[in-house]
């Protein structure tokens, strides 16, 4: 039987579709940059905007977005500082979110705010507001990549001369760093903080491996994301594992014999 | 023309401090001046100011248009997937809208500035993978094809070989040539002796003017202090890896 004849695996395919798009886009600037870390950090720290979402009457992926950009925003300024490493800088403010939220939803709001969805979220009941918020950011990726990929090549290849060469690299940073955010705030509902990085991180650091080109690297993270999407949610349905975790453990296998190989090349 | 004209610079990081100050000098076209220093002596520091990225907190600093600045090579990314032609073309980022794609005759040019200094044949070849002089003379190929009346090369001997640097200083020269203005940082007194003009610092200016008169064995003790030794009678600067 066909595993995408149903209406809730197509609107998973269309998910996948969408986030792989923008996942292997903006996955190669996460490679490029150094940012895997951030990402992963970013989707856990929407937490407290969660579990705010609901008592506060705000639409959960606003509130996610906003908990993210805030998150954002403070490590900015922790990085700006350079008292701090930039991972030291991540991983403190991560622990201050995630402290954050636990205290929001056990003592304050006492809920469980979705716990379950935000940390492995669910490919089989999307909303239309998740599909319609993943096509924005599909859009968004492109648009981006086509309008700041040379900002963001220039500043990523060489910080000290980018702006010698009239790139605005601050306002590059900004840009990738929000855009990261609201990407990772797209792929939560499909799956959850802690498997974001199967479609944002995992596909472009396997086409890292390949690349020898920034096309290449695009490309080749584009197909890979939407080949181990869309493989993983076919694997799903044949085994009866549940999509996300499915899509990491192709993503991770991909990614292992591709460095295996070429370490025997 | 004067390219660079600066008159009793303070410059500093934000902390309050200065980094830099009393720095009186002027290059013109086609002119080179060397920017003779120990580590954390204010080499970069100039730079940088001349480059606008930090304030000046005292004294005036005019700079005619937007120079190019050729970093160390090993400062850039060496693991990025560019070739040597797609970094030649970020000189042609400034003047080319995002939404437009470069054009071709963009291209055209950046493969004659890579021919220019002799690395057209490498074009396609990973940036990271060529060989230190090599990669300095993509960022000069990238620098010329901004088309700035003035480079500041920021110690681009370093980590260079002879021959390489024999064909390095040789373009420099070429530019000199055509009417460009160079300010090339470096640690090396012998680098310094073939420029028109040398400006020592060591946190503050401490001499500047022709090598002959700015190199005197007391501007070179005041620049450098404990970093000097003799050898064979030759007075030399010994120092470590970094910058100042």
Known sequence: MDPFSTPYMQRALLAVVLLAIAGGLFGAWIALRRLAFFTHAVGT????????????????????????????????????????????????????ALAIGSILAGDVFEAGAGVDRLLFGTLLGLSDTDLWLAGAVAALAVACTALAGRTWLATGFDPGGARALGVRSGLGDWLLLAMLALAVVAALPAVGALLVSTLLVVPSATARLLASSMRGLLGGGVALALGEGIGGLWLADAVNLPPGPAIAVLGGAVFGVVALARAAA | MTLIDVSGLVTGYGNGSPALSGVTFALGEGQALAVLGPNGGGKTTLLRVLLGELPVLAGSCRVAGRPAYVAQSGRARLDFPVSALDVVLMGAYARTPAWRRLRRAERTRAHAMLERVGMDAQAGQRFGALSGGQRQRVLIARALLQDAPLLLLDEPFTGVDRTSEAGLLSILDELRAEGRGLLVST??????????????????????????????????????????????????????????
């Not at chain 1, 720290?45 to 805030?70: D, E, H, R």
């Not at chain 2, 002796?193 to 190199?215: E, K, Y």
């Open chain 2, 187 to 244: 640690h090396d007194i012998e680098h310094a002796r073939r420029w028109d003009l040398v400006l020592c610092v060591n946190g503050a200016q401490v001499a500047f003017g022709p090598p002959a008169d700015a190199l005197t064995a007391h501007a070179l003790h005041a620049t450098y202090g404990e970093e000097m030794v003799s050898i064979d009678g030759e007075t030399v600067a010994v120092h470590s890896h970094g910058c100042g």
């Open chain 1, 45 to 96: 720290a929407t937490f407290p905007g969660l579990v705010i979402a609901g008592p506060a009457g705000i639409a959960a992926p606003v509130a996610a977005l906003g908990a993210a950009l805030v998150y954002t925003a403070g490590l900015a300024r922790l990085l700006r500082d350079g008292r701090l490493g930039a991972d030291a800088a991540t991983g403190l403010l991560l622990v201050a």
